[in-house]
């Protein structure tokens, strides 16, 4: 990365969608990291759904399976919203295993019952 962000925060805008339901725009979100994606070498099977005022990408999802993958930490104390985003994350993982579920007929197709996914 071009700078150091350790425990510093970082304005983030996105997408308005999936984990970012409900979350303003942008938000205030706790970094820990100097790591960056590369948006030339991103696949276009992600798609991009959070970023920086800098353009510095801080979500993807994936555009066909419920794959998504953040660039900050939404647990931070420096994460204004981060409670409301974990609560999207259960959120959707909840809905894709009952859709999964409903799509198989209602068998069950995960490990055990108590499964979290």
Known sequence: AKEVVH??????YHLQKD???GISNPFLAGRYH????????????????AYTDK???MGISHK???VIG??????SILTASGKDI??????????????KMAGAGGIHHFKSENSFL
């Open 7 to 12: 425990g510093k925060f970082s304005y983030i």
């Open 19 to 21: 984990i970012y339901k």
């Open 34 to 49: 100097s790591l960056v994606i590369d948006p030339d070498a991103l696949p276009t099977c992600l798609e991009v759904t």
């Open 55 to 57: 353009g510095v990408i």
């Open 64 to 66: 066909e399976y419920p």
């Open 70 to 75: 953040v660039q900050f930490h939404p647990e």
């Open 86 to 99: 974990l609560k999207n994350f259960i959120c959707f993982a909840r809905g894709y295993r009952e859709r």
